[in-house]
């Protein structure tokens, strides 16, 4: 049943990307025209090629295959932490390979709940993560990047530390405590929203676009639902250090808000004045990312850095 949802989303895709004939013959070829997905197209009687179609076309950006190379890899960071966190292991071997180097994952363990609700939850999105990984990885085909390096233990202890969630020696486990995971998904999940919303303008095809546009809603309500919980547990004031932690390393632009507002009123949705969600460039995400503020390749939960031609951090230092 899932391959087929695959063959007619990727037959779809290629159907409408005459909108981008130059992206859509790079992604082709990126795929190597063979396997599932994008690169199994030819087999399904699609064309890839259309009479306006100029072979000295410039291009626009980065391509589709990029973008969503970039998106794989940060979907790869949040099934690793939540799969672990419910079933103490990760992404199953056949789940990751790929182009790129193939990292391996640092920390992470069962986390001990002390809610029946909590471990729902944790449990649900899970599950959600994990599909993401598999439909990412099938729309790209052979085209498809490696699970990178990705650190669940350093990362974490130096993200709360610059948050002064901790003090400076002290370690943070997210896997430790119910209230320790929600704290360390709140790290993630609003910067996932931010990142499908930024990268939604770099998508030409449409097919792509609606996909995509898809994962950031489940992204959006995974959000929603870890800042509802924060803040019945009353962690408003940790959650907003981690806030303010991330808006220092994106640039000067306020892109961040915590789970209350300046009059201590619940601010589960964050939103600019017209009630629209922020976004962030793919450069801006891996500042978080790699918990750096400067223009680099690699750190933070990203050890050894990212795989796929989008993967430099912005300069905001």
Do not use: C, W
């Amino acid at each position: 049943m899932f391959e087929g949802f695959n063959k007619a989303f990727v037959k779809d895709a290629i159907d409408r990307s005459s909108e981008n004939p130059v992206d859509r013959r790079r992604f082709l070829r990126a795929a190597g025209m063979t396997g599932v997905g994008v690169a199994g197209l030819s087999v399904l009687g699609a064309g890839v090629a259309s009479a306006h179609e100029s072979p000295m076309a410039p291009a626009q950006g980065p391509s589709d295959a990029a973008v969503l190379s970039f998106a794989l890899n940060l979907e790869y960071l949040e099934a690793e932490f939540y799969l672990r966190a419910v079933t103490g292991k990760g992404l199953d071997d056949s789940q990751v390979d790929g182009t790129g180097k193939l990292g391996k994952v640092t920390g992470g363990h069962q986390v001990k709940f002390e809610t029946k609700l909590g471990k729902q939850y944790a449990q649900e999105i899970a599950g959600d993560e994990r599909a993401h990984v598999a439909f990412l990885r099938s729309a790209l085909g052979d085209a498809k990047v490696a699970r990178p390096a990705i650190d669940l233990q350093d990362a974490f202890t130096a993200a709360a530390t610059a948050a002064g969630v901790i003090k400076k020696g002290e370690k943070f486990d997210p896997f430790s405590s119910e209230d320790n995971f929600l704290l360390g998904a709140f790290i993630f999940e609003d910067v996932g929203v931010t990142a499908y919303k930024g990268a939604a303008p770099l998508v030409s095809n449409k097919t792509f676009l609606e996909a995509a546009a898809g994962i950031l809603a489940v992204e959006a309500y995974h959000a929603g639902l870890v800042r509802t919980v924060l803040l019945a547990k009353g962690l408003a004031d940790p959650a907003g250090k981690i806030s303010g932690a991330r808006d220092s390393l994106d640039g000067k632009s306020d892109l961040d808000q915590g789970i209350v507002d300046a009059k201590g009123q619940a601010n589960i949705v964050p939103t600019d004045k017209n009630g629209i969600a922020f976004s962030r460039s793919p450069g801006q995400v891996l500042n978080i990312a790699y918990l750096n503020p400067a223009k680099v390749t690699s750190g933070g939960f990203f050890p050894a850095g990212v795989n796929g031609t989008v993967n430099t951090s912005d300069a905001n230092g």
